[in-house]
């Protein structure tokens, strides 16, 4: 590991690399939780980074990739904005390494870092089954995206694979998957007339805002509806009750991802590599069988 002084020799270098970090939503703590795996890496080896948020953007991503072409940057870090191609394919035309973190592009021939969705969602709706659940709801967000689809997979096969028939009217998607999105989900679901009691957010910022029009609505978490998320953002644990939710490996896919671009950048050119990584289900105080009693 290089010294504070050596990594400070480094930056004051007038030819200190720089890398980019082009991330969806920069006000979402799971980017962060993975920016902060490239950041730690890069600031040992000497490297600066630049960290661009698309918000969802294609348009605004690819005007950050003209931006990072033009100062001349190393290599990028890319979690794309809904499917959209034309930055990876710019940067790999203009022989820019890129690795692909999170959501993997159709026949983008990178390295990639994924965590296992499918697997996520399937472990998480067999949970709530377990519980004595039947009508699960499910928050997906925006649905352009490869990760929400394997999800909704997970979902759909875990439902199935207990004959129970996927109910359209329980899958949510919304325009974006922000705590405004489940918020504004809740009313809708809840007042079907047969609701869930049970609900599977694709992310810890939508369960989030749904548990916060339930704690409005008087309805109590998990006594009466409960809730899982997904990331394991730190912000999960300390919510009211704590959330349950499938935790992604958000530092080490940006250590890793780091990694491999360094090793692109100083010249391996070996197969493309792609990993995915394990997810776990944390259960915590959100969830508990139809009708609230809470497992001894
Ligand atoms: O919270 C943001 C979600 O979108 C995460 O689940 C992550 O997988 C990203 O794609």
């Keep these: 590991m290089a010294t504070f002084e050596e990594i400070a020799r480094n930056l004051r270098r007038s030819e200190t690399i720089s890398i980019g970090l082009i991330v969806p939503d920069n006000s979402n703590p799971f980017f962060a ?7 730690d890496v890069c600031f040992q080896e000497g490297y600066r980074v630049f960290l661009c948020n698309s918000d969802e953007n294609p348009d605004k991503e690819y005007h950050y990739c003209q931006s990072l072409i ?17 930055t990876a394919r710019r940067l790999i035309e203009r022989s820019i390494p890129v690795v692909q973190v999170d959501r993997e592009l159709p026949d983008v021939a ?8 499918y697997g996520g969602a399937y472990q998480a709706t067999r949970y709530l089954l377990d ?27 875990a439902l199935t694979e207990r004959s129970i028939t996927p109910d359209p009217v329980l899958i949510h998607s919304g325009s974006n998957a922000r705590f405004e999105t ?14 869930p009691t049970a609900v599977l957010s694709f992310n810890d910022l939508m369960a989030i805002g749904f548990m916060h029009y339930a704690a409005e609505a008087g309805l109590a978490v998990p006594e009466q509806l409960s809730v899982v998320g997904f990331d394991d953002v730190r912000l999960a644990r300390f919510v009211l009750p704590a959330l349950t939710t499938v935790a992604q490996p958000k530092y080490e896919m940006g250590r890793q991802a780091t990694e491999l ?6 010249g391996e050119d070996s197969p493309p590599v792609r990993r995915v990584l394990e997810v776990s289900l944390v259960v915590r105080n ?3 069988p139809p009708g609230g009693a809470r497992p001894q």
């Design 33 to 39: 939780e993975i920016a902060r795996g490239v950041e």
């Design 70 to 86: 033009n100062q001349q940057t190393a290599g990028v870090i890319l979690i794309s904005a809904r499917q959209a191609i034309d």
């Design 110 to 117: 990178t390295d990639v870092i994924l965590a296992d969705s």
């Design 131 to 157: 519980l004595g659940h039947r009508r699960i709801a499910c928050l997906t967000g925006p649905t352009l995206r490869a990760v929400i689809m394997q999800r909704l997979a997970g979902y759909r096969d």
């Design 182 to 195: 489940g918020f504004t989900a809740a009313p809708i679901l809840l007042g079907l007339p047969d609701p």
């Design 261 to 266: 671009l360094l090793r692109r950048i100083r």
């Design 286 to 288: 959100s969830t508990a």
